[in-house]
């Protein structure tokens, strides 16, 4: 599958080193959390700086082993046909448009973060609705896709909520109030532009799209997409660009330490990051978000990681790093 369209931007190269180790120590954390923080404290500058600390946002994915024919993989299509990544939209099931937890008394105690587990199980029984277009601002795109899967039938969509989840329960013992854009309570969807507009609604301090890519055997590593500079219709995302970055390093230096998985060796050209203007629920945002592919699910290795449940763990605990370094500063 390729990956680059007539419309296609390269990945434009980080404006600064992913720095910014954690500078106060985080409380109430599970036992787990406690030793990824403690990595992330021994580690330091220099283990953050440059392509080994970063990641790049994977941009395409080829649909699921359970998809149905010719339907699109997930929602990431680049301009041109080149698929990339999915990103929120207009209100589409009958469930609540986003689900909350509560709010505890950590150090994130006041800070509000979604986190939007990409795709829905149930797109693929509902072809109609999720391939109807809707405005991203700067064109039009599917309201959302199934997503991919793994050779053996694993789903992207099932991957996302259960990272997600598991993402939620660390975020809660900081403090966080947590919204999700769907938690497998309604019959598919939100469009992209519904899960840009959950997190807007909500005021978000960080927005999170979890994602798993579906590029050829042989792609490995996870990316993180970043907002470019998008001013077109409804689209602005000039006031979020430079937080949505900071955001974007945070999280790809701490995935990097808590999986040890390597930034992408196909997008990004090392850098880990990527920078896109084609994806609605990057477009349409007004709070700082990013998405994250956490591997190929079409690469054997990858696979090995992305069906563990306890490197699941890693990944949600490496993610929540990130969030919580970006919004302590």
């Known amino acids: 599958m390729s990956y680059v369209g007539p419309d296609f931007e390269p990945p434009r190269p980080p404006r600064h080193p992913l720095r910014g180790p954690l500078t106060v120590a985080v409380v109430a954390l599970a036992p787990g959390a406690l030793v990824g923080w403690l990595v992330w404290q021994a580690v330091g500058d220099s283990d953050e700086d440059g392509a080994s600390a970063q990641t790049s946002v994977s941009a395409g994915a080829s649909a699921g082993a359970s998809a149905s024919a010719g339907a699109s993989d997930d929602g990431k299509e680049r301009p041109g046909g080149g698929t990339g990544q999915s990103g929120g939209g207009e209100e589409t099931g009958s469930s609540p448009a986003a689900t909350s937890a509560p709010a505890g008394s950590g150090p994130l105690k006041g800070k509000v973060v979604v986190v939007d587990p990409g795709h829905n199980p149930g797109n693929f029984q509902h072809p109609s609705d999720i391939n109807r277009k809707v ?35 660390i975020l809660e013992k900081e403090g966080a109030t947590v919204k999700f854009t769907q938690d497998g309570d309604r019959a598919w969807g939100p469009c992209v532009d519904e899960r840009a507009e959950i997190g807007n609604k909500a005021g978000a301090d960080a927005v999170v799209s979890i994602h798993a890519d579906g590029s050829a055997a042989g792609n490995r590593g996870f990316h993180v997409i970043l907002p470019g500079s998008v001013h077109s219709g409804s689209a602005d995302t ?10 974007g390093e945070r999280v790809a230096g701490g995935f990097l330490r808590a999986t040890g998985s390597a930034p992408s060796n196909y997008i990004g050209d090392g850098t880990g990051l990527d920078v896109r203007e084609d994806l609605g ?12 592919e956490c591997g190929n699910m079409r690469d054997s290795k990858d696979v090995t990681q992305l069906t563990s449940g306890a490197w699941r763990q890693k990944a949600a605990q490496g993610i929540s790093e990130g969030i919580v370094s970006f919004l302590r500063g």
């Open 135 to 169: 405005n991203i601002g700067t064109n039009w795109k599917e309201c959302d896709t199934t997503g991919t899967a793994t050779n053996d039938g694993y789903t992207e969509a099932k991957f996302t909520l259960d990272v997600s989840r598991r993402l939620r329960t």
């Open 238 to 247: 000039r006031p979020i660009v430079a937080p949505s970055r900071a955001l």
């Open 281 to 292: 629920g990057l477009n349409l945002s007004t709070v700082p978000k990013v998405f994250i």
